[in-house]
């Protein structure tokens, strides 16, 4: 069934004006009436979508990880779970962030609470873990946990160096630059001395 237009434009409006009042302001400090009048809708129009200011931050957040997902994920379908088959084409996620990349602006900027960082933190984790579950099942599961930590780090820590750089870099530049660094340890000698 097809959403109405009118209800995607004003969940679109609320959304950039939420985006808008984020960059000066947490989100517990928002309230209804000015995130209305950013968004030029009224209140009773609101309330027909929303029951308050974090059901708008929550309802945009899971958009964004449902999108993030399919990003991620496509490679390995694209490969059919043999990742190893990976080429750096196929990589999508960072232009995921750059369609989105208002909303990552906000989870990244260091005057914003860091529970928004957690919250990516933890969406990134869980889809890590559901993927890596269905293609590595040989790590016990203490040092599973641990590596889907570092995976999750790795990926927050490209964005958030992205973010310092204003996200400048080209997404294809840095779907090469995840490509490489999948590669790395293929780099390192098997024995020490091997380097010339």
């Given at each position: ?14 959304r ?15 309230n ?135 996200f ?29």
């Open positions: 069934m097809k959403t109405d237009l009118r209800i995607l434009k004003t969940q679109e409006s609320l950039n004006a939420l985006l808008e009042l984020l960059k000066n302001k947490p989100l517990e400090s928002i209804i009436t000015e995130l209305c009048r950013l968004a030029k809708i009224n209140r009773g129009t609101f309330y027909l979508h929303y029951q308050n200011v974090h059901g708008v931050f929550e309802s945009y957040f899971e958009e964004i990880i449902d999108d993030l997902r399919k990003s991620y994920e496509e490679p390995y379908h694209q490969t059919n779970f043999n990742i190893q088959n990976l080429k750096s084409d196929m990589i999508i996620i960072f232009h995921h962030v750059k369609r989105y990349e208002g909303f990552y602006h906000i989870i990244f900027d260091e005057t914003n609470p860091i529970r928004y960082y957690y919250k990516l933190f933890h969406a990134i984790r869980k889809m890590m873990k559901d993927l890596t579950m269905n293609s590595i099942d040989y790590l016990p599961e203490e040092q599973m946990e641990y590596f889907v930590s570092y995976q999750t780090n790795a990926i927050m820590g490209i964005l958030v160096e992205w973010h310092s750089n204003q400048s870099t080209s997404p294809d530049e840095l779907n090469e630059y995840l490509y490489n660094f999948s590669n790395l340890l293929k780099w390192f000698p098997d024995q020490q001395g091997d380097v010339e």
